[in-house]
C-alpha cells in the first residue's frame, strides 16, 4: 500500500514537471522574461538574485565576455560546437528602454514588430531626446526594402537643423540591425554592411571597389567585365561575388528572415535573436560558438526567508505556502530542463548544418524533425517546440528562424536561383527541372513551379534574367 501511495503521488508532479518543461521550451527569449517576471510578481517564494553566474556551471562571471570554462572548447580545430546558455544582454533591450519614459513601449510584447519600431528600440539609448524627431521622420520614410526613400536635405529644412545633424542621427540607424536600414541605395546599404562586417572579419581585397564601381557587372554577373575593371582574374571576380551575394543583402529590411518578397496582406518580422553563432576564431576550421541567449541576468531560487518562515507559517496560510514554494521549486527546475534540452539539440542540430551556416543556403543538409527527433531519441513535438518561432543569428550577422535549419528544399530551391541567376534566355519551368534532374535532384515541373513562386521568381515569360540582380 506504501508503494502505491507514493507512485501515486509522484504521478502529478512528473506530469506538471513534463508539461511545464514543454511550455518553456516553445517561448521565445522574450515571452521566457515575460513568464519569468509575472511569476517574480505573483510568487513571494521565488527569487531572482542579481549576482551574474553562468547557468551552465555556476560560477561568478566576468564583468565582461562569457563565462571562461564553458565557452572554451574540449580540443583545438574540433568541428564540435560550443554550446552553453549566455547571460549576455547585449541584444536585449528590455533593461535600457526603461530610461526612455518618452518611448512608450510594451515590455511584453511579442517579438514581432514593424521595422521603425524595431530599429527605434536598439538606437534609443543612444539617442538625444531632441534628435528623436529626426529619427521618427527618417523612420517612417523607409520603403519596403529598408530604404531611405526621402532626401536627408528635406528632412533638414523640415527640423530646421544642419545636414550634419541628420547625418549623424542616420549613422546610428544605419549601423542598427539590420544593417544599412536607412540607406539612400542598394550599394550605399552594401558599403555600410561592408564596414560593420570588417569589425569581425577578414574582407576580401577590392570588395569595396567591386561595390562602389562595379554594381552593375555584379547585378548582370558580368565577371571578366569585373575583373577587367579591379585587374583581378574572373575567377577571382567570380569569388567576389559570391562572399558580396552570400554575407550582404543590397535590401536591409529583408536580411532578418531572408530574401522573402512581401505581400501586402504578409508582415514582415524582426527579432532579437535567441541564439547567437560565432567563430571562435576567424579561421574556417575553427569551432562555432552558440550562445543561447538567457532572457534575464542573475539566477532564480527560493528566498531563503522564505523558505524559513515556511517552517513556523499560520495553520490558515500554511497550504497556500506550501504551493507557492512548490511552484517556484517546479519553475527553476523546469527552466533548467529546457536549457538542457536546447543545448543539447542545438549541439547536434549546429554540427549536421555547419555548412550551411559557414557557406549559405546551397549547403542545407534536408533534414526532417522526426529524423532528429529519433537521433537525439526525443519525442518529434519535443524538437518542434525548441525551434518554434526562435530566432538564431549566423556568423555573418543575418538572422535567420531557427525553422529554415529543417527546411527541407532550400538547397534545391538556391539551385533553381543559381540556374535562372545565370540563364541566357529565360527557361521554362520544364527546361528548369532537366537542369535541376541533372544536377541530381529528382523534381516536378510543378514542383519547380512552387519553388519558383515561393522564392519571388516571375514566370519565363515574364522575365528578363539579364536585369534582375541576384544580390
Not at 524595431?118 to 527618417?138: G, K
Not at 537643423?161 to 547625418?167: A, H, N, Y
Request: with cysteine; charged share 25%; glycine share 4%.
Amino acid at each position: 500500500m506504501i508503494i502505491q501511495s507514493q507512485t501515486h503521488r509522484l504521478r502529478p508532479q512528473t506530469t506538471a514537471h513534463l508539461a511545464q518543461t514543454m511550455s518553456l521550451l516553445e517561448l521565445t527569449g522574450v515571452e521566457l522574461r515575460q513568464k519569468i517576471e509575472s511569476e517574480l510578481a505573483s510568487n513571494p517564494a521565488l527569487e531572482l538574485v542579481k549576482e551574474v553566474k553562468c547557468p551552465n556551471c555556476h560560477r561568478i562571471l566576468p564583468d565582461r565576455g562569457s563565462c571562461p570554462v564553458c565557452s572554451q572548447p574540449n580540443q583545438k580545430n574540433s568541428d564540435q560546437p560550443i554550446v552553453f546558455v549566455s547571460p549576455r544582454s547585449s541584444f536585449n533591450q528590455f533593461d535600457t528602454i526603461h530610461s526612455n519614459d518618452d518611448i512608450q513601449t510594451d515590455d511584453w510584447a511579442a517579438a514581432v514588430e514593424d521595422l521603425p519600431t524595431f530599429v527605434l528600440r536598439q538606437i534609443s539609448t543612444e539617442l538625444d531626446p531632441n534628435d528623436r524627431p529626426i529619427a521618427a521622420h527618417i523612420l517612417s520614410g523607409l520603403d519596403d526594402d529598408g530604404l531611405l526613400s526621402i532626401p536627408i536635405i528635406e528632412i533638414a529644412n523640415y527640423h530646421h537643423k544642419p545636414i550634419t545633424k541628420v547625418e549623424k542621427v542616420l549613422h546610428l540607424i544605419q549601423r542598427a540591425e539590420p544593417v544599412g536600414v536607412g540607406s539612400p541605395s542598394p550599394q550605399q546599404a552594401l558599403l555600410i554592411q561592408l564596414d560593420v562586417l570588417s569589425e569581425s572579419r577578414k574582407i576580401p581585397a577590392h570588395a569595396k571597389e567591386a561595390i562602389k564601381d562595379g554594381m552593375g557587372f555584379l547585378s548582370r554577373h558580368a565577371y571578366t567585365d569585373l575583373g577587367n575593371l579591379l585587374e583581378i582574374s574572373t575567377h577571382e571576380a567570380r569569388d567576389l561575388a559570391t562572399f558580396i551575394s552570400k554575407n550582404l543583402n543590397p535590401y536591409p529590411a529583408r536580411a532578418h528572415w531572408g530574401d522573402i518578397h512581401y505581400t501586402a496582406e504578409a508582415t514582415p518580422t524582426y527579432q532579437t535573436p535567441d541564439i547567437i553563432i560565432t567563430r571562435l576564431n576567424n579561421s574556417h576550421d575553427s569551432p562555432l560558438i552558440v550562445e543561447i541567449l538567457s532572457p534575464f541576468s542573475g539566477y532564480l531560487r527560493i528566498n531563503p526567508l522564505f523558505r524559513k518562515a515556511l517552517a513556523q507559517a499560520p495553520c490558515d496560510k500554511a497550504e497556500q505556502w506550501q504551493a507557492d514554494a512548490d511552484s517556484a521549486t517546479l519553475l527553476v527546475k523546469c527552466i533548467q530542463q529546457r536549457n538542457n534540452t536546447m543545448v543539447r539539440l542545438l549541439e547536434r542540430l549546429v554540427t549536421l548544418q555547419r555548412q550551411f551556416i559557414l557557406e549559405g543556403d546551397a549547403f542545407l543538409l534536408p533534414i526532417t524533425r522526426a529524423r532528429f527527433a529519433g537521433e537525439l531519441e526525443v519525442h518529434e513535438s519535443t524538437v518542434s517546440r525548441a525551434v518554434a518561432n526562435k530566432a538564431v543569428q549566423l556568423p555573418n550577422r543575418r538572422i535567420i528562424p531557427l525553422a529554415k535549419l529543417f527546411d527541407r528544399s532550400l538547397h534545391i530551391r538556391t539551385a533553381l536561383k543559381q540556374i535562372i541567376d545565370q540563364e541566357v534566355k529565360p527557361l521554362s519551368d520544364t527546361q528548369l527541372a532537366d537542369l535541376l534532374i541533372d544536377r541530381g535532384y529528382s523534381i516536378a515541373r510543378r514542383t519547380v513551379a512552387k519553388y519558383r513562386s515561393m522564392e519571388g521568381i516571375l514566370p519565363a515569360r515574364l522575365r528578363r534574367s539579364n536585369l534582375i540582380p541576384n544580390l
